[in-house]
Structure formats: C-alpha cells, structure tokens
C-alpha cells in the first residue's frame, strides 16, 4: 500500500499487513507501544490481543531510521463491526511535532483506500476525543474504563 514520504511529510512511511513485517520492523513497533502504553501510561494489559496478525500496521520512520510513530488497522468484525484504527502511538519526542496528525491523517487515508464506504470506529482515550474530532470521529456511547483509563468509542463517518 502507501510507502513513501509525502512532500510536507516529516516521516517515512510504510503500510503492512502482519505477514509482511519483518521481525525488525515488529519489533520495533512492539518496543514503541510497550513504551507509551505500559511504561509511560503505567498501564499493565496485554498488548498483543490477538489482532495484530490481521491488522494492517503503519509504521512511520525518523530519517535516521528510527521508527517514531505507529497504528494499525483492523478490519471489519474483529474489534468493531466497521473496520478500526488503534494503537495509535507518537514517540514522547515528537509528541507537538504535529507526528500525531500526520499518522492519524495517513491512518484514515489507509482505511479508506482498504475498505473504502466504510465508517471506521475507534476506543479512544477519552482525554483525546478532540484531537479524534478534528478528523471527523464523534463520540457514540459513554465513557468506559478499559484497564483503568477512561475510554470512549467515536465513529468517522465513511468518505463519499
């Protein structure tokens, strides 16, 4: 799918199903999640739930090679009924960089080209249901705990 480097691009990026990863780059981005999501959240909860072998995995690097930012998206009737966008992860240095938009724009781009009509849903941290909405995601339902921070589901409607 979508490699490269956009010309106001920051990152390098690279779109792959599970089975196209290399044990370097699953490393990597294993290594990245752990990072934010256990280590600097405080959060203990299994990472690898199952999802990853079937999910599309965005993988945004430094020119320096070092992976910097990753998502990955899941299809249809595995976490949601639509096709889903999580693990969404900046590295703490570029948080306010703008990283976080560019990989959240690129996820959406990737979703439409993969499963294109689609609404996408997401189980966002509810702290970021406005940086969500600026790219089209409303929130639907209530705020639930999901191992011990606040979540919410949003939807983005599908592209015409």
Known sequence: ?????????????HWLPFQQLTTLQ???AMQLRQRVFVLEQACLFQDA???DPHAWHGLGYLPDGELAAYARIVPPGLA???PSIGRVVTAAALRGSNAGHEL??????QAASLFPGSAIKIGAQAH?????GRFG???VGEIYDEDGIAHIHMVAPAEC
């Not at 959240?104 to 781009?109: K, P």
């Open 128 to 132: 970021l249901q406005r940086f969500y």
């Open 1 to 13: 799918m979508s490699n490269g480097k956009n010309r106001d691009s920051m990152l390098h990026w």
């Open 49 to 51: 739930d199952g999802l």
């Open 26 to 28: 699953l490393y990597a």
């Open 137 to 139: 995601f409303e929130a």
């Open 104 to 109: 959240m724009q690129q996820a959406m781009a």
């Open 80 to 82: 949601f009924e639509q």
